[in-house]
């Protein structure tokens, strides 16, 4: 079984200052991930390398223009590039593997050719590296693969014991602010705080997939990555601060609650 892992954007990047990395936190990070002495699949989000050049992104989430496309991915990999100095520092043998080499979307749906090469990496030890993509869909139609949308595909296909995510708060707050520890697929709204992100969505998006690997038989639990110590906890098993997902349903909440 294996844990795969949402490093988020909000804490790899500043969320206000575009192609920004947050060495840091990347840095303990990438230690915490080899304390827990487990081999995950890592798939990160763009942050603000991403975000640089999500306005072409807006009409439906698609562009015409390969070389906004060539663009996109290349500060991708940028960010993925900064990210792999920190895994090698600290001992996470790792690999970086591009989205196009292994999704699609047909007919709206976002589909895999399947987990054999994620396997091998993992079977030798090295964790596999996947990030929140552009798409190539066809002629001139390019358009995004967040990364939260990755995990549940990953969830349906491969053995996965945890889907943990990593992001910038305590995991989903109620509309008082408040740590939500358990979340029900069966709840319906999430209340929205701060900034929305227009293009992959925010918080609301995180939950969506969580609920999904959820479904598919995993724990999800959402976490704060820039607290010390609770991505290692969360990848351990360990009892920790964050909101977990389950699909339990809840007993009935009256209407309009
Ligand atoms: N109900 C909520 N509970 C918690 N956070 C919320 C809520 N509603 C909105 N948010 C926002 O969601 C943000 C986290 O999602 P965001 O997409 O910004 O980060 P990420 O997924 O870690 O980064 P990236 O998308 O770049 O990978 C929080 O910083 C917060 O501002
Ligand atoms: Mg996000």
Not at 47 to 75: M, P
Not at 161 to 169: E, L, M, R
Not at 202 to 218: C, E, F, P, W, Y
Request: neutral net charge; aromatic residues 6%; charged residues 20%.
């Amino acid at each position: 079984m294996v844990s795969v892992l949402k490093l988020g954007g909000s804490v790899l990047t500043y969320k206000t200052r575009w192609f920004s990395f947050q060495e840091e936190t990347a840095l303990r990070l990438a230690m915490e991930i080899r304390e827990a002495g487990t081999v995950p699949v890592i798939v990160y989000g763009t942050g603000s390398f991403g975000k640089a050049y999500a306005r072409h992104y807006r009409q439906g989430q698609a562009t015409a223009d390969w070389g906004v496309f060539q663009l996109t991915t290349a500060a991708i990999r940028e960010l993925g590039e900064n990210l792999s100095r920190a895994l090698h520092a600290q001992g996470v043998p790792h690999c970086l593997l591009p989205a196009n080499a292994f999704f699609f979307r047909r007919d709206g749906q976002l589909g895999w050719d399947g987990p054999a090469p994620l396997d091998r990496l993992l079977r030798a030890g090295v964790a596999p590296v996947l990030c929140g993509d552009v798409l190539a869909e066809g002629r001139d139609r390019f358009r995004i693969i967040s990364s939260d949308d990755i995990i549940p595909i990953l969830a349906a296909d491969m053995a996965v014991s945890s889907c943990v995510f990593v992001t910038d708060v305590d995991g989903v707050l109620d509309e008082r602010g408040m740590l939500v520890a358990e979340r029900s697929g069966a709840q319906q709204q999430v209340a929205v705080f701060g900034d929305q992100d227009d293009i992959t969505g925010a918080m609301d998006a995180k939950l969506a997939a969580a609920v999904q690997s959820a479904r598919a038989g995993t724990q999800a639990i959402i976490v704060n990555g820039l607290v010390p110590g609770r991505l290692r906890a969360a990848l351990r098993g360990e009892q920790v601060t964050g909101t977990r997902v389950t699909t339990a349903a809840l007993a009935a909440v009256p209407a309009g609650r």
